[in-house]
């Protein structure tokens, strides 16, 4: 395996067997305009201590750049990315802070923050840094969302719906006992006046709980709550 610079017309040509970074591909780290590939296995070998150290994917964003395609892309005359020592990481899986750290003990010495773009710049040195550092984070994770029971036992429309089919149920078991008892002996008749006011309890409280559904969807509507 190489530990001298070595420099590749394509990153096609890299031969397997002087490929030691596993979670890295030649493709990666070669030039984004011409496919030029110059191999630094001190900078590869600090790629990959600071992967191994984060634990999750780099996504990189800028490697290795060939004289002319920094040129093409505006780079610095002197840019440590045309000695193959350079790498532009994106932080779209990375709390910012934690991966600077993390590039520090690994042993990288100039930063470069980008929060516009998006990406941390880090290279083998001479020490320095600029840019604005990206903003703290209140919160590195992801706010959780209820899952869809939470929401819908949370749903006013779908309280009044139920209130109207527990209430239409109830009216419709009610009738059913007052036919049961208009056919009993006379001792129980009385009691069907009763249920006969019961029943009427059961379909306006049915009427309430449909306006109160109707009431709930057509605000919900109104509020954007689809």
Known sequence: ?????????????????????????????????????????????????LRDRLGKPLIIRSAYRSPEHNRAVGGATRSKHMEATAFDIAMENHDPVAFEAAARAVGYLGFGFYPRSGFIHVDLGPTRQWGERFPVRAV??????????????????????????????????????????AEAQGTVLPLVTHLDSLRWIFILLALAGIAVAIWARVDDWRKGRR
């Not at 420099?7 to 596993?22: A, G, I, L, N, S």
């Not at 590195?140 to 749903?155: C, D, G, I, K, Q």
């Open 140 to 181: 590195p994770f992801a706010a959780e969302v209820p899952t869809a029971r939470e929401v819908l036992a949370e749903s006013r429309t779908l309280k009044g719906a139920g209130t109207a089919g527990v209430a239409t149920m109830g009216a419709a078991g009610v009738e059913v006992v007052q036919e049961v008892l």
């Open 1 to 49: 395996m190489p530990d001298t610079v070595q420099t590749y017309r394509h990153f096609r040509d890299v031969p397997k067997r002087d490929w030691r970074w596993t979670n890295f591909s030649p493709a990666e780290i070669a030039c984004r305009g011409t496919g030029k590939l110059k191999l630094h296995p001190e900078a590869l070998d600090k790629l990959q201590a």
